[in-house]
T-cell receptor, first 115, second 115 residues
Framework: AQSVSQHNHHVILSEAASLELGCNYS??????LFWYVQYPGQHLQLLLK??????LVKGIKGFEAEFIKSKFSFNLRKPSVQWSDTAEYFCAVNAAYTGGFKTIFGAGTRLFVKA | DADVTQTPRNRITKTGKRIMLECSQTKGHDRMYWYRQDPGLGLRLIYY???????NKGEISDGYSVSRQAQAKFSLSLESAIPNQTALYFCATSDSTARSSNEQFFGPGTRLTVL
C-alpha cells in the first residue's frame, strides 16, 4: 500500500537554526509531491510542490525541498528558522492508482521555534 | 483566504445525534474532498467528489456520508455521531483542468466534539 512517512513528529529548534524535515514515500511510479504548512489555528496552506523538472524546488518564506527519486524522499529544508515558522508541516504525495489519482498525507511534524 | 468556507467552525454534540458539516467554494473547482485530522495521524480522506455526479469513498468512510449538491457545495454528514469521530474536519478543493491539478486548497476546518 502507498504510504508517506515523516520521521520526526516533534522538532524543537532555536531561532536561526537550520531545519530539515524528512519525508519518504512508498510508490514506484510517477508522483507529484507537496509540503503543506498549518500555522496554529489556521488551515493548511501550500508551502511548495514538485511536479517535474529541477528536483530542488523553492517555496514561500525561504523553504525549499529536494526530490531524490532514488531515495523516494522529498525533504523540506530552511537554512535559518524564525519564531514565526512554528507550525505543523505535512508532506503529501499524489500518485496514480486504479481509477485515478490519490493524495496521501504524512502524519505531520510539529515544529516549535524558540525565540 | 475565504475561497473555501466551512460551517460550522466549531460544534459540540452528543452521541447518536445527526450532524452535517457544510463546505462551499468560490474557486470554481470541480473536485472536492473531506478529510479528518487527528493528532499523530495527519489527514485522512473520508470522501471525495470529482464532479457533481461523482462520489467516492476514501480510506475512512464508515460512519459518514456526503452529498454534492452543486459544484460549489459538498456536505459531510454523520448519521449517528460517536465519540471517536471527535476531530478536526477539513474540506478541500482542486481543479482538474489546472496544470497543477493535484494541488489542493483547504477550508478553515470544523472542530467537532462528540460527547
Amino acid at each position: 500500500a502507498q504510504s508517506v512517512s515523516q520521521h520526526n513528529h516533534h522538532v524543537i529548534l532555536s531561532e536561526a537554526a537550520s531545519l530539515e524535515l524528512g519525508c519518504n514515500y512508498s510508490y514506484g511510479g510517477t508522483v507529484n509531491l507537496f509540503w503543506y504548512v498549518q500555522y496554529p489555528g489556521q488551515h493548511l496552506q501550500l508551502l511548495l510542490k514538485y511536479f517535474s523538472g529541477d528536483p530542488l524546488v523553492k517555496g514561500i518564506k525561504g523553504f525549499e525541498a529536494e526530490f531524490i527519486k532514488s531515495k523516494f524522499s522529498f525533504n523540506l529544508r530552511k537554512p535559518s528558522v524564525q519564531w514565526s515558522d512554528t507550525a505543523e508541516y505535512f508532506c503529501a504525495v499524489n500518485a496514480a492508482y486504479t481509477g485515478g489519482f490519490k493524495t496521501i498525507f504524512g502524519a505531520g511534524t510539529r515544529l516549535f521555534v524558540k525565540a | 483566504d475565504a475561497d473555501v468556507t466551512q460551517t460550522p467552525r466549531n460544534r459540540i454534540t452528543k452521541t447518536g445525534k445527526r450532524i452535517m458539516l457544510e463546505c462551499s467554494q468560490t474557486k470554481g473547482h470541480d473536485r472536492m474532498y473531506w478529510y479528518r485530522q487527528d493528532p499523530g495521524l495527519g489527514l485522512r480522506l473520508i470522501y471525495y467528489s470529482f464532479d457533481v455526479k461523482d462520489i467516492n469513498k476514501g480510506e475512512i468512510s464508515d460512519g459518514y456520508s456526503v452529498s454534492r449538491q452543486a459544484q460549489a457545495k459538498f456536505s459531510l454528514s454523520l448519521e449517528s455521531a460517536i465519540p471517536n469521530q471527535t476531530a478536526l474536519y477539513f474540506c478541500a478543493t482542486s481543479d482538474s483542468t489546472a496544470r497543477s491539478s493535484n494541488e489542493q486548497f483547504f477550508g478553515p476546518g470544523t472542530r467537532l466534539t462528540v460527547l
